[in-house]
């Protein structure tokens, strides 16, 4: 999972998180990965159109969104 979010933050890819929000929920978000560190991911989520910041260990899943020739500035 660490080298396809790297990997998008390389290529400037879209890709899609499920996660673990802090009420507990799960959610899902596209994002634009903009930073990574060890512990936390930060990145502009499409859906909320604002940065974010995602823990990295509350991700329980990451994959490519469908169109991968589409990139974003």
């Known amino acids: 999972m660490i080298k396809q979010l790297q990997k998008a ?3 400037k890819r ?3 998180i499920i996660y ?7 959610s899902q978000r ?11 991911i930060k990145a502009y989520c499409l859906k909320k159109k604002q940065p974010r910041i995602f823990k990295m260990d509350a991700i329980l899943a990451a ?3 469908s ?7």
């Open 9 to 11: 933050w390389k290529e």
């Open 14 to 16: 879209p890709i899609e």
């Open 67 to 73: 169109n991968p020739y589409k990139k974003y500035a």
């Open 30 to 40: 596209s994002i634009l990965v903009n930073g990574l560190t060890d512990t936390y």
């Open 63 to 65: 994959s490519f969104k």
């Open 20 to 26: 673990v929000k802090k009420d507990s929920t799960v």
